[in-house]
């Protein structure tokens, strides 16, 4: 309906009005044009006939639809399920969608149970076709088994996977299983790579990891024979090692940059600044708030300011402006979180697995207290979850190797009606409480401080005849103390003075013997 002008061939300029006029009269003296004209004129016409029969913008049963719309009840059905191939089943740990089609969904298996890995244990991570559950697409055979997988969104054909003795691994699925270029031992973490996440630069070579060990170390995938950046995750900021959080989760928005966040395995997330001056300063602030490590670790993809972690047994939403409590939390489960993400498509959704089986389906929106769908995927724990771009599939693996793919009803994976700015409204509420109530208890902390403070001073400048309760209290022990001892004094005293006696009287008696 908005078309104007046809392509133009290459070597015409539209906008130069001599060329347009000079090749439009060069095309009309054509013969096929005219046929072309004429041929086409039929068609058209018989579309217009059809336009002007039918109101093609007349929406019918409109009201209908809505009642329909709103009496649906939050759903999700399995769409399949894909086992790892192997005897000896392995958790699943990492998971990655193709950044394309989403027709492919990369998954990284391994055992993190300490000394529980056996002889017999495969190594491979395998990239499944979502509509061919028998058999993976691909295999991928590292060094040591992956923990984390992520697939580069500028080149779909690489993918970078963090292995359980601390290397790093580069793929790229056009040449093989096994992987182009590993990094070194010697300059690798220490502990297993929990997290992996490409970095947004214009190479679209760079990448940064995060491991238990405490370092986050930068990559770039050309030469991964030592990381270009390191940061020791400290909060003394003295770069010391010992004394470094270890990192069990990670997250980088593209929008910023910049900056990135790392969840802690003692329950504090660390907020960073890659392009600080000095190390000292990479290290911005720390947001304290679970009691074991933290699973999961995402910004919310609309609103960055706020974020979303995982840790014990809550899943809790933070602003970035509050660093002493999250604004919102969910009540405590009956067993651990282990992995949390956002609905790319509707901001208020958000996504939970746990130790029992069961996926949750959260809308903020909708209720705070429960989930709006709780769904029981297997008898196994759920280990790692992750949604696709267009918000509909999510995949869930679980302990046993299992990678079940589910399908979110279309409530739950399409953006309603204001719910960005009814969303937007709630988060400043909530950020706009918290503050609030952390001004009244730091006016309390002043209050009481201000008295302690008060206390001291008075018991400072009290006259000279006047003594302090300790003084008092001092006093009154030696008082009692000089008692007892003037009272033991008489004690012996009289003691002496009445031996003395018997002495004399006894001496009496022996003169009065010899005399008679």
Not at 134 to 153: G, H, K, Q
Not at 431 to 447: D, H, P, V, Y
Not at 474 to 490: G, P, Q
Request: aromatic letters at 8%.
């Amino acid at each position: 309906m908005n078309h104007v002008e046809g392509g133009w061939p290459k070597d015409i300029n539209p906008a130069e009005l001599e060329q347009t006029i000079r090749f439009r009269k060069k095309v009309e003296k054509d013969e096929s044009y005219i046929h072309s004209i004429l041929h086409l004129g039929s068609v058209m016409e018989h579309c217009i006939r059809q336009n002007n029969a039918v109101d093609i913008y007349q929406e019918y049963l409109e009201e209908e639809e809505e009642v329909e719309e709103n009496q649906e009840l939050p759903f999700a059905k399995t769409i399949n399920v894909f086992r790892d191939p192997n005897e000896v089943k392995r958790t699943v740990t990492g998971l990655s969608w193709h950044p394309d089609s989403g027709r492919k969904l990369a998954a990284a298996y391994s055992c993190l149970e300490f000394q529980k890995t056996s002889k017999d244990m495969s190594l491979d991570s395998y990239i499944w076709d979502v509509e061919n559950p028998n058999v993976p697409e691909m295999t991928l055979t590292p060094a040591s088994p992956l923990v984390c997988l992520d697939y580069n969104p500028k080149d779909p054909h690489t993918l970078l996977g963090g292995s359980y003795n601390g290397q790093i691994g580069h793929w790229d699925t056009r040449r093989g299983s096994q992987p182009v270029e590993v990094s070194s031992v010697e300059q690798s973490h220490r502990d297993p790579v929990y997290k992996i996440i490409w970095l947004q630069s214009k190479t679209g070579t760079d990448a940064f990891s995060a491991s238990t060990d405490g370092q986050i170390l930068w990559w770039d995938v050309r030469k991964l024979s030592e990381p270009t950046d390191r940061l020791v995750l400290d909060l003394g900021r003295e770069g010391n090692l010992d004394r470094a959080l270890g990192a069990s989760s990670l997250e980088f928005e593209a929008t910023m940059p910049t900056k990135f966040m790392v969840g802690t395995e003692q329950g504090v997330v660390v907020s960073c600044n890659r392009k600080a001056k000095t190390p000292a300063e990479k290290i911005v602030c720390s947001y304290d708030g679970h009691h074991g490590p933290i699973y999961a670790l995402q910004r919310n993809p609309f609103y960055p300011k706020n974020f979303l972690t995982v840790g014990d047994w809550t899943a809790r939403i933070w602003s970035e402006d509050i660093k002493e409590s999250s604004i919102m939390w969910t009540k405590y489960q009956m067993s651990f979180l282990t992995d949390a993400c956002w609905s790319p498509i509707r901001p208020s959704v958000f996504f939970t697995v746990k130790m029992d089986g069961v996926l949750d389906v959260w809308d903020i929106l909708f209720k705070q207290n429960d989930p709006t769908l709780s769904l029981k995927v297997c008898d196994n724990a759920l280990y790692s979850l992750r949604v696709q771009d267009n918000g509909r599939l999510v995949a869930c693996g679980s302990q046993q190797g299992e990678v079940t793919l589910l399908e979110i009803c279309s409530g739950l994976s399409t953006l309603q009606k204001n719910e960005k700015s009814l969303l937007a409204a709630m988060f400043e509420r909530e950020t706009k409480r918290e503050k609030i109530l952390e001004a009244r208890q730091r006016e309390m902390r002043l209050k009481e401080r201000s008295r302690s403070e008060q206390s001291r001073d008075e018991e400072g400048g009290r006259e000279e005849g006047e003594e302090s309760p300790d003084q008092l209290i001092i006093r009154a022990e030696k008082d009692f103390f000089s008692m007892v001892e003037a009272e033991l004094k008489k004690r012996r005293e009289k003691e002496d003075e009445q031996n003395q006696e018997k002495v004399v009287s006894k001496g009496k008696e022996v003169k009065a013997e010899a005399e008679t």
